[in-house]
């Protein structure tokens, strides 16, 4: 009997010695699940708080592009409004040379010569060459 109380005390003890063992390591395994839990949550903060910064960052070089594109914009038009002008000017000088000089050129177009538009115009020679010489020039530019 005394050998069955000590197998009985030697079972207790062993069951005793694996609920300890077992105690510390479900203890030490819900600490470990806390920190964890802690170093996720620490994680996910800084996650928040680099997404709202990549965000802040994004609008700024939106904003800036945006006012980039609008100078861009700006300068396109300028620069078609500077287009315009310089080919309504160039048509004006066209037309002003045109309008002043349409006896030569009519006279140039019926076939006579620089000499004989000078003669029947009352011109100089010189004169005459030259403005026929201009638009000539003129139209091969064009």
Not at 62 to 78: T, V
Not at 114 to 120: D, L, V
């Amino acid at each position: 009997m005394q050998t069955f109380f000590i197998v009985i005390l030697l079972v207790l003890i062993f069951l005793g010695v694996i609920f300890l063992i077992a105690r510390s390591l479900i203890g030490e395994d819900s600490r470990t699940k806390k920190d964890h839990y802690q170093e996720i949550l620490e994680k996910l903060g800084k996650l928040k708080r680099d997404t709202a910064e990549l965000e802040l960052t994004v609008e700024c070089f939106s904003l800036a592009i945006k006012r980039e594109f609008n100078k861009w914009q700006a300068e396109k038009q300028a620069l078609a409004a500077a287009v315009q002008s310089a080919e309504n000017s160039t048509n004006e000088h066209h037309l002003f040379l045109n309008e002043r000089y349409k006896e030569i050129f009519d006279l140039y177009a019926q076939g006579l010569s620089a000499e004989q538009i000078a003669r029947k115009l009352d011109k100089g020679y010189g004169e005459v060459s030259f403005i026929l010489q201009l638009a000539s020039q003129e139209q091969k530019g064009d």
